[in-house]
């Protein structure tokens, strides 16, 4: 099994910034392609950024090009969501997301259902 845990969220002034990490254990973290969701209180969740394997392919919802950035680690086993002049409207409960990819290290997916572990989730409330 693998477990994912998320940290560094909070609540931050609009403009402001926060790293969130989510550190992998269980299997090996180089072989997951990896993502970052958030659902807000009556929204449905969606993926905000996606990363490959190799850390080549990346995948952003408009709603944060420009501002957010993933990046991963593999010596930590760690993935990161860089977001910087953050809106009220980011305002969510983030949740990384991992899938097995071992033969592939440019897949990477925008899609929940594709998504096999995901950790529990952490809170970034930016105020206005």
Known sequence: QVQLVESGGGLVQAGGSLRLSCVASGRTFSNFAMAWFRQAPGKERFSVAALS??????????SVKGRF??????????????????????????????????????????????YD????????????
């Open 53 to 62: 394997r190799s850390g080549d392919e990346t995948y952003y919802a408009d």
């Open 69 to 114: 950035t993933i990046s991963r680690d593999n010596a930590k086993n760690t993935v990161y969501l860089q977001m910087n002049d953050l809106k009220p409207e980011d305002t969510a409960v983030y949740y990384c997301a991992a899938k097995p990819m071992i033969f592939n290290r440019h897949y990477y997916s925008n899609s929940e259902r594709d």
């Open 117 to 128: 572990y995901w950790g529990q989730g952490t809170q970034v409330t930016v105020s206005s």
